[in-house]
Every structure is written in C-alpha cells, then in structure tokens.
C-alpha cells in the first residue's frame, strides 16, 4: 500500500496552481522560495504558462509509473522554452520512486533525458519524502548561482561608476586647492 493512499491531496480540477513559501538553507544562507505547483492539465494551460514568466526555476515532474508523464516532459520543455525567462534554471524530476513495483520508466532513461537538455536530475518521493529536500535545496542553489553573476556585474559597473564620478569630480575642481590661494595673496 503506497503511504501516499493514506492521505488525500488537494482536490484534482479545483485548484490549477498552488503556492506556498518556504525557506531553506543554502550554504548558511537562509533563502526564502516561493512555489508554484501548476495543474498539468490541458485546460489550464492558458493560465499556467502565465505563471512561467516570472519563475527563476522550474522542476519539470513526470511520474516514474506512467510512461505517458515522461513522453509528456518534451512537450513542458518546449512550453517553457517558449514562456519562461532565459536563464531559468531547470531541473528534471522522476517523482513516485516509491512506486518501484509500478515502475515503467528507467532510472537511465531518466538521466538520458536529462543530460540531453543540460539539466540535473532526481528520482523523488513526495510520499516517503526521497531526494525532496535535495532537489528543492540544489534548485535554489542553481538560481543564486545564476543570479549571483548577475549580482557581480551590477556591483562591478556600479564601482566603476564611483571610481568615474570620482574622477570627474577631481578633475573638475578649480585650478589650485585652497591651500595655494593661502599662500599667493594673505
Ligand atoms: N506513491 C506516490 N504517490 C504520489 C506521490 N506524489 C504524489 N502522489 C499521488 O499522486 C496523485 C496526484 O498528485 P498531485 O499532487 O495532485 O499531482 P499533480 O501532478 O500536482 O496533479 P495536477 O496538479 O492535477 O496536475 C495523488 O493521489 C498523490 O497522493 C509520490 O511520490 N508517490
């Protein structure tokens, strides 16, 4: 009996995206992340590419036991290649991995998938609660990388700004300091 039978998650076809936040540690900085969880449903898709276009990173989740959830992962990617920002960071998630007995996707066939679009990959379990935390903290770690750079380019035009407006402004003082004008008339 899968652990996930016992409990029963938020009603199918009422909500198309759930949020929550949740704050996690990464490299003893605590980072706040906000979630979106998308219906994969058709019929939502009009309102849920709208929720791409501001996401920093995205998990792309296919279920290990339905060879239709993974042939599906192609058609996300395109999706989000097409509404997303560049630079989103992805990863490639096999969820259910407590499905074992049900497994219709390999593990490889997995990493495969992966490894063709650059992204890492986790087989997870939300039910026995396998690779969650990892996949979440290695996701947060891949936008603050890619952010960081865009961090160090800011602080590196804004010093050279400064060190211009500096230069500026010493150049444009008057010929001789105050000190000289002492010495010549009083
Ligand atoms: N065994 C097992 N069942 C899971 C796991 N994760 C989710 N489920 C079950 O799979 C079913 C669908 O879960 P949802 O969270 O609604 O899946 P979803 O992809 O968000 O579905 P949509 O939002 O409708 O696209 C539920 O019955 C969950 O209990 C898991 O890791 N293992």
Same mark, same amino acid.
């Given at each position: ?15 198309c995206?759930?949020?929550k ?8 900085i ?5 979630i ?15 929720y791409?276009?501001?996401?920093q990173?995205i998990?792309?989740?296919? %279920?290990?036991?339905?060879? $239709? ?11 989000v290649? &097409?509404?997303? *920002? !560049? ?10 991995a ?8 390999g ?12 992204m890492?990959?986790y087989?997870?379990?939300a039910c026995t ?6 996949s979440?903290?290695r ?12 961090? %160090?380019?800011?602080?590196? $035009? ?12 010493? &150049?444009?003082? *008057? !010929? ?8 010549c008339?009083?």
């Amino acid at each position: 009996v899968s652990p996930c039978n016992t409990h029963s998650g938020p009603a199918s076809g009422i909500h198309c995206v759930d949020f929550k936040m949740k704050t996690i540690e990464v490299d003893g900085i605590k980072v706040r992340i906000q979630i979106w969880d998308t219906a994969g449903q058709e019929r939502y898709q009009t309102i849920t590419k709208q929720y791409y276009r501001r996401a920093q990173g995205i998990f792309l989740v296919y %279920d290990i036991s339905s060879e $239709r959830s993974y042939q599906h992962i192609m058609k996300w990617v395109s999706d989000v290649d &097409e509404y997303a *920002p !560049e630079g989103v960071q992805k990863i490639l998630i096999g969820n259910k991995a407590d499905e074992e007995q049900k497994r219709q996707v390999g593990r490889e066939q997995g990493q495969q998938l992966a490894r063709e679009y650059g992204m890492d990959f986790y087989e997870t379990s939300a039910c026995t609660n396998v690779n969650i935390k990892e996949s979440f903290t290695r996701l947060t770690e891949l936008v603050l990388q890619a952010h960081r750079k865009e961090l %160090d380019g800011l602080r590196t $035009r804004a010093s050279n700004e400064l060190a211009l407006a500096e230069l500026e402004e010493e &150049e444009g003082k *008057p !010929e001789g300091s105050v000190n000289s004008s002492k010495t010549c008339w009083c």
